[in-house]
T-cell receptor
Framework: TQLLKQSPQFLSIQEGENLTVYCNSS?????LQWYRQEPGEGPVLLVT?????EVKKLKRLTFQFGDARKDSSLHITAAQPGDTGLYLC??????????FGAGTRLFVKA | GAVVSQHPSWVICKSGTSVKIECRSL??????MFWYRQFPKQSLMLMAT?????????EQGVEKDKFLINHASLTLSTLTVTSAHPEDSSFYIC????????????FGEGSRLTVL
């Protein structure tokens, strides 16, 4: 069974602080996605990483794919209250299924 | 990105009735769609994979007769919760893969089901 361990599960920080969320697996993924979900809504795709060692930036968010394509991280710089939400990492090994992490619930206090 | 629309956004029904939730891919064709259930403060739990023109593939522990899935066209999949009970109350989300090569999923808005 493929697993994707996501940590931390909950994070409460002050506005302006930095944070990093991690996703780790023993399995290799063809690609990995990060999604953000707000209460009562469906997840929204933030980024896809495909190549080992790849780094992608989306404004204050930096995503990294591990060299071996088994792990990934999401770093947020100077977090803002608008960043509050559930962040999900999702590994795609190829084929039909996607493996989801348990999610990180981020709360940014003003 | 690809757009997936889900309807209704929320529904309240009486115990014993059936409820249908629709999932549509608006700007692309989806031979495969996925249905998830999400409990409060938790990640997504895959219920079943919906395949256009054939039977859905259910995950272990998901009752096929309780959660009927139909994927009659390349843009529409439906989930029917039959004889709903309060324990079926949950947030249901569908998704479809925009590209077969990247693994990216595009999600519907979700449907909040409350069974009284």
């Amino acid at each position: 069974t493929q697993l994707l361990k996501q940590s931390p599960q909950f994070l409460s920080i002050q506005e302006g602080e930095n944070l990093t969320v991690y996703c780790n697996s023993s399995s290799v993924f063809s690609s990995l996605q990060w999604y953000r979900q707000e209460p009562g809504e469906g997840p929204v795709l933030l980024v896809t990483v495909v190549t080992g060692g790849e780094v992608k930036k989306l404004k204050r968010l930096t995503f990294q794919f591990g060299d071996a394509r088994k792990d990934s991280s999401l770093h947020i710089t100077a977090a803002q209250p608008g960043d509050t939400g559930l962040y999900l990492c999702a590994g795609w090994p190829g084929g039909f299924k996607t493996i989801f992490g348990a999610g990180t619930r981020l709360f940014v206090k003003a | 990105g690809a757009v997936v629309s889900q309807h209704p956004s929320w529904v309240i029904c009486k115990s014993g009735t059936s409820v249908k939730i629709e999932c549509r891919s608006l700007d692309f064709q989806a031979t495969t769609m996925f249905w998830y259930r999400q409990f409060p403060k938790q990640s997504l739990m895959l219920m079943a994979t919906s395949n256009e023109g054939s039977k859905a593939t259910y995950e272990q522990g998901v009752e096929k007769d309780k959660f009927l899935i139909n994927h009659a066209s390349l843009t529409l999949s439906t989930l029917t919760v039959t004889s709903a009970h309060p324990e079926d109350s949950s947030f249901y989300i569908c998704s479809a893969r925009g590209s077969p090569n990247t693994g990216e999923l595009f999600f519907g808005e979700g449907s909040r089901l409350t069974v009284l």
